[in-house]
């Protein structure tokens, strides 16, 4: 399975953007880009998805590289509810199981 | 929305007991998925089904099973538990289409003494 690299923690003021970065240089083209963040003493939950262009949705945004190999979350006025656990994971089209990383600890200063 | 849910948000059990961690979803989902969390560790996946009564081993199943009688009822057993398997438990489905995003409940942390 194609891994990721993120991070381990980001620190973030409240109502500033922020940019959370993971890199999948192994990505291969049947690979969906998905993010899911983990809010302290819950389950992980679905963030946003991409493939190839950049996706916008209620959460955040999601930017990938022209070349796959990188993509970047963006939260873009960070609240302290925000505050938790971001993991970058590679899903092939076809559907499969998700492999978790350690992901990213955003903490949020207000 | 889809709803996932799990019996016990918190289960303290004894060494040796027999533990049943019961997760239901509202979505008719086909895969179904159990992950255990620990510190340092991340996210492990024991077992997996994807249709009515079949299973898959994941990453760590040594000390568990599972059953799948209905499609909505996913179940992990500890046979007999031990301190070790203290931990949280996720249950989480899979959406059967693209892009397969899933699903988590609440979780379940188990204390075994």
């Known amino acids: 399975d194609a891994k990721t690299t993120q991070p381990n923690s980001m620190e973030s003021n409240e109502e500033e953007p922020v940019h959370l970065p993971c890199n999948h240089s192994?990505?291969?083209?049947?690979?969906?880009i998905h993010w899911y963040r983990q809010l302290p003493s819950q389950g992980p939950e679905y963030v946003i998805h991409g493939l190839t262009s950049n996706v916008n949705n209620r959460m955040a945004s999601l930017a990938i590289a022209e070349d796959r190999k990188s993509s970047t979350l963006i939260l873009h006025r960070a609240t302290l509810r925000d505050a938790a656990v971001y993991y970058c994971?590679?899903?092939?089209?076809?559907?499969?199981?998700?492999?978790f990383g350690e992901g990213t600890q955003l903490t949020v200063n207000p | 929305d889809v709803k996932v849910t799990q019996s016990s948000r918190y289960l303290v059990k004894r060494t040796g007991e027999k533990v049943f961690l019961e997760c239901v979803q509202d979505m008719d989902h086909e895969n179904m998925f159990w992950y255990r969390q620990d510190p340092g560790l991340g996210l492990r996946l024991i077992y997996f089904s994807y249709d009515v009564k079949m299973k898959e081993k994941g990453d760590i199943p040594e000390g568990y099973s599972v059953s799948r009688e209905k499609k909505e009822r996913f179940s992990l057993i500890l046979e007999s538990a031990s301190t070790n398997q203290t931990s949280m438990y996720l249950c989480a489905t899979l959406r059967d289409e693209p892009p397969y995003e899933q699903y988590f409940g609440p979780g379940t942390r188990l204390t075994v003494t």
């Open positions: 994971i590679l899903m092939k089209t076809s559907g499969s199981r998700l492999t």
């Open positions: 192994t990505i291969s083209g049947t690979d969906y």
